[in-house]
C-alpha cells in the first residue's frame, strides 16, 4: 500500500483487496500502519490476550506507543489471564489497556437470571458479559482491530484486513489473517514475548473459565471452548470476520 493511505469508509470496498503482502510480518505491520493513519485515535483494539493478542500488541506499539486496547473483563477469566496482564502493562507503559466491566456484577446476574447463566444460556450470559461491554467500548470509536486468522476455522476462512462489521456498525481490521499457529508461536518466541502460561498446559484458545478446557493435541485448537455443546463463538465474530 506505500504511502498510499485510501480512507475506507463502512459503504466502499476493501481497500486491500488483491493485495498481496510481501513482508516479513504477512502484511500486518504495513496493514497496522495504515489503519493508526486512518482512523487515528477512533480505533480500539478489542484484545483477549491470547496468543495473537500477544503478537498484535507488541505489533502495534511499535506503529502507536499509546494506542487504546480494551480487555472484555467478564469476571470469570482465568487467573493466568489477569497476571498476563499485569506483566503487558508493565511491559508496555504507555499504551492505554482498559478492562471493561460488563454492567451487571455476577451477583446481580444471579439475581436476575440465575446462577451459572453459562451454563444454561451462554449466548446470553455472552450478550451480558461480552457483546454489550464490546458494544459499549466501540461507541465512539470508528473502527477495532481483531487477532482473527483464518486458518482457525471454516467460519473465519473468509475475513479480510479489513472488514465491515454490520453486529457493531463498524470497521473491523484484522492484520494477522495470513499468519499460521507457528508463526504466532515463532514470533513470540523470537520478541521473547510474555504469554499465558495456559498455552503450556493444554489450552491454544483461552476464553473464560466456565468455557474453556484443555485439548488433546491433535484437537481443533477451539475445540475447548464450550466443549459439550454447538456453541462456537461468543458473537463477537458472527458473521466470520
Ligand atoms: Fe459467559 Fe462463557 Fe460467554 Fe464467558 S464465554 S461470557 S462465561 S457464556
Known amino acids: 500500500m506505500g504511502n498510499n493511505i485510501i480512507y475506507y469508509d463502512r459503504f466502499s470496498s476493501d481497500p486491500f483487496e488483491g493485495w498481496q503482502p510481501t513482508d516479513d510480518t504477512k502484511g500486518a505491520a504495513e496493514v497496522l500502519q495504515w489503519a493508526y493513519e486512518s482512523y487515528g485515535e477512533s480505533i480500539v483494539y478489542a484484545c483477549s490476550f491470547g496468543a495473537e493478542g500477544i503478537v498484535l500488541i507488541d505489533l502495534i506499539s511499535k506503529v502507536k506507543k499509546d494506542a487504546e486496547i480494551v480487555f472484555l473483563d467478564t469476571d470469570v477469566h482465568f487467573q493466568e489471564t489477569y497476571e498476563l496482564i499485569d506483566k503487558v502493562k508493565k511491559r508496555y507503559p504507555e499504551l492505554n489497556i482498559h478492562l471493561k466491566k460488563p454492567d451487571l456484577t455476577l451477583d446481580e446476574q444471579s439475581s436476575q437470571y440465575g446462577s451459572a447463566l453459562w451454563k444454561r444460556q451462554p449466548n446470553q450470559c455472552c450478550y451480558i458479559r461480552k457483546i454489550k461491554p464490546l458494544e459499549d467500548a466501540l461507541s465512539g470509536a470508528t473502527a477495532w482491530i481483531s487477532g ?14 479489513v472488514n465491515k462489521d454490520e453486529r457493531f456498525e463498524s470497521i473491523k481490521v484484522c492484520p494477522l489473517i495470513y499468519w499460521t499457529w507457528d508463526d504466532v508461536w515463532d514470533y513470540i518466541r523470537l520478541n ?18 466456565p468455557c474453556t478446557s484443555a485439548v488433546n493435541e491433535q484437537d481443533d485448537d477451539r475445540s475447548g471452548r464450550w466443549k459439550g455443546s454447538t456453541k462456537t463463538e461468543c458473537g463477537l465474530h458472527t458473521s466470520g470476520n
Do not use: A, K
Not at 192 to 209: R, T, W
Open 148 to 161: 482473527l486468522r483464518r486458518e482457525q476455522s471454516p467460519s473465519r476462512s473468509h475475513t479480510n484486513f
Open 192 to 209: 521473547d514475548l510474555d504469554y499465558n502460561v495456559l498455552h503450556d498446559q493444554g489450552y491454544p484458545s483461552i476464553g473464560c473459565m
